[in-house]
């Protein structure tokens, strides 16, 4: 049996239509016996016409039903971002009456679409802002000791304002504490090349990180701090000045101490250092080892400031008698050309009156450096 037109047009009645079709058969085969009556198909069409209306009502009712809203997120953008804000106060701690009193106090912000940022700001106990925008001053000259804050109010104008407070103190003088320095010796022996430990007590009574600055006017200071060493490596005798500056930014004190450098102790009497023995007949120039001695020599004579060389100078008597005299001469010659003061080194002649010891291989032919004490003379 064809189906019905009407579930031809459109899609949306594809249910009704298969239950139709499924109603049609039922018809059928229930009033199969009556199928050539006239009867029987009026009734046929009369029971699928109220079928359909029922279907029909039951659908439309369906698609009547009211629609459910679906809520859709809105995305979130920058426009309620408020800035992200810092600020701080240079210094955050000043003395009345001492140094700079200006306060600088600076602001960092960001905003997520880079707009144009309003600053407002509000000081604190009396505290005049001086300046605009992201950055001002406090002049601390006519306010009390006390503790203040600058409050700055960042917005853009979108979103919530966001404040930043920075916070500094003002306060009396106290820098009436002083700082003490002290070493583990105030006198050294010339040529121990000691290294000297000094040591600076620096009380600050409002716990602030403490600068030290040390200075010497001879040797070296090693290390810094409150402990440091001196070294004194190859300085002459005499004093040495250390000082050092201690500061916590409003406030510096300072201390200085000496350490003296003693000459090391001279023996009274005239003593021979060493000599320059010569091989050859009427030999006078010094060979390489009598330079080494002579090199050792003028490192003693340096570390004396109270003595004298005297070169004196030998001959054999079947030698030139003048060449006694040349041998201290270039003896004195080579001292001079190696740093040795021409005004403490003195050549002088023997001639032949010597009695050579027993030490003494080249006999007479030898030249004595004799380091003699002020007031005294060789024997």
Known sequence: MALPVYCLLSNSFSNICHLSSIIHVLLDRLLGASKGTMNGRMLRKTFFVVVIAILLL????????PKVAHRVATPLTSAGIPPDVHCVAEPDRVIKGVRNQIVTVRTKATDPDNTVLTY????????????????????????????????????????????????????????????????????????????????????????????????????????????????????EPGRINVRVTVSDGPCTWADSTSISVSPPFIDARPAILTRCDYKRINESRPNDECKAFLDDTMAKLRRDYH???????????????AIA????????????????????????????????????????????????????TIP
């Open 58 to 65: 039951f659908y439309l009712g369906a698609c009547n039903k």
């Open 120 to 235: 407002s700001w509000v000081g604190s106990g009396g505290a005049k802002i001086t300046g605009t925008g992201s950055t001002i001053i406090i002049d601390t000259k006519d306010l009390p000791p006390d503790d203040y804050t600058a409050t700055v109010t960042v917005s853009n104008n979108r979103s919530t304002p966001v404040s930043c407070t920075s916070r500094f103190v003002v306060r009396e003088d106290d820098c009436v504490a002083g700082v003490s320095l002290f070493s583990n010796a105030k006198e050294i022996e010339y040529g121990t090349n000691d290294k000297v430990t000094l040591h600076v007590v620096a009380p600050d009574p409002d716990g602030v990180s403490l600068t030290y600055e040390w200075s010497t006017d001879r040797g070296k200071i090693i290390g810094s701090g409150d402990t440091v060493r001196l070294d004194t490596t190859g300085l």
């Open 307 to 321: 003595g004298t060389l005297v070169i004196q100078g030998f001959c054999e008597e079947k030698e030139n008698a």
């Open 325 to 376: 005299q040349k041998r201290a001469e270039c003896v004195r010659d080579y001292l001079i050309k190696n740093g040795i003061d021409s005004a403490r080194v003195k050549a002088v002649s023997s001639g032949s009156h010597l009695s050579p010891a027993p030490d003494m291989p080249y006999g007479n032919k030898v030249a004595l450096i004799w380091l003699v004490p002020e007031g005294e």
